[in-house]
């Protein structure tokens, strides 16, 4: 029995922690992974875990395009909540993070799926 709502407080909990602890390049690339990470959580309630892993990353880079609109950047300015789910500037290399943390989502849940057997 898969049990991906497991991972949501551990990706929360990671998320904080690399924010609290870490800074530079390692802390915002790990949380652009975990972005995705947490969505794949979500959404591998309804999708099989090679197509929560594809939503996951295109929703993550719907949002990365999104930002060339200058529209979050906008939201940003009224709404910190609008800032963590929707950030303000494009970064070419965020896509590629997006699908590490996709591919994390996989295997947290892949490896839940073998400890529940």
Do not use: C
């Not at 991906?4 to 609290?20: N, T």
């Not at 949002?63 to 970064?91: C, D, K, M, W, Y």
Request: glycine share 8%; hydrophobic share 55%; net charge neutral.
């Amino acid at each position: 029995m898969l049990r991906p709502w497991l991972a949501i407080p551990v990706v929360l909990a990671l998320g904080l922690g690399v924010r609290a602890f870490a800074d530079g390049d390692f802390a915002k690339y790990a949380g652009v992974a975990l972005y995705t990470t947490l969505i794949y959580a979500l959404v591998s309630f309804w999708l099989r875990p090679l197509w929560a892993a594809v939503a996951a990353t295109g929703f993550s880079w719907a949002v990365e395009f999104f930002q060339l609109t200058g529209i979050p950047a906008e939201l940003e300015e009224r709404s910190s909540l609008a800032h963590l789910v929707l950030g303000s500037t494009f970064n070419a290399p965020d896509l590629l993070w997006y699908a590490v943390g996709a591919g994390l989502g996989v295997l947290i849940v892949k490896r839940e799926h073998r400890s529940a057997r």
